[in-house]
């Protein structure tokens, strides 16, 4: 009697976009490959408002103003 290997039902692959303004035209093109079913682009995290302010402070992006006129001039500079 013969052995026959069975395909697997389905599979993943992972590609690394540079060029995140192709992603559209990538999408439709891998589409359009024989056996593809479906091509989902995973969406990054959204965070709140507040997170986003807490992850400013731990990376730095936090400018200091002696007043309100030197906050203007920072912000006009």
């Known amino acids: ?13 992972l590609v690394n976009i540079e060029d995140m ?9 891998i589409s359009l490959l024989k056996g593809v079913g479906k091509v989902t682009v995973p969406r990054s995290k ?7 302010s807490l992850r400013d402070i731990e990376e730095g992006r936090v400018y200091e103003a002696k007043d309100v006129d030197d906050l203007f001039n920072q912000c006009l500079a």
């Open 1 to 13: 009697m013969a052995h026959v290997a069975t395909m697997p039902v389905e599979g993943q692959i």
């Open 21 to 29: 303004s192709m992603i559209k035209d990538i999408k439709k093109a």
């Open 46 to 52: 959204r965070y709140s408002s507040y997170e986003q």
